[in-house]
């Protein structure tokens, strides 16, 4: 979104920037470059280098960027995804310095609270005591992370 970058370069700053978030190993980064070559998602150029081949750089085109902003601003749907997905939202939400953090955040919030009230209901329903450990279990992570989310706004 910033400017255009090669591949490992791309890679030096994601290890750099979401390394503790997001694993991406280097040939995993140029195979999804290659995919979103592919669909249009980015372009490439070729570029000279002394004495080296040349390398690609690659940029985000407008329909890469449409798609990028179509899925920053969504939330993420699964509990077990906020701490992979969600944050990676919120470091582009920080690093591109994107309006709407707080709708984010909210709609988050709303995906979590509507979990809650499912297990709230499967709770109820069951008599089995280890199934409602584990409902009530996953019930406190999820209002552990609508608190979290209210202290990301704080700090960002």
Do not use: N
């Not at 791309?10 to 290890?15: D, N, P, S, T, V």
């Amino acid at each position: 979104m910033s400017e255009p970058r090669h591949g490992y370069e791309l890679y030096h700053e994601f290890g750099r920037e979401l390394g503790r978030v997001w694993e991406l190993g280097l040939s995993k980064l140029y195979a999804q470059l290659k995919q979103l070559e592919e669909a249009g998602l980015v372009e490439a150029q070729m570029e000279p280098q002394p004495s080296r081949p040349p390398r690609k750089v690659y940029h985000l085109a407008p329909e890469g960027r449409a798609v990028f902003l179509e899925w920053v601003r969504q939330p993420t749907p699964y509990l077990r995804q906020i701490r992979v997905e969600f944050l990676a939202r919120l470091y582009f939400f920080h690093r591109l310095g994107l309006d709407g953090l707080d709708g984010l955040v909210a709609r988050q919030q709303g995906v979590c609270q509507a979990q809650i009230e499912r297990f709230d209901r499967l709770i109820a329903e069951t008599d089995d005591p280890f199934r409602r450990c584990v409902l009530e279990f996953r019930r406190g992570q999820l209002e552990a992370v609508i608190g979290w989310l209210d202290r990301c706004l704080e700090i960002l």
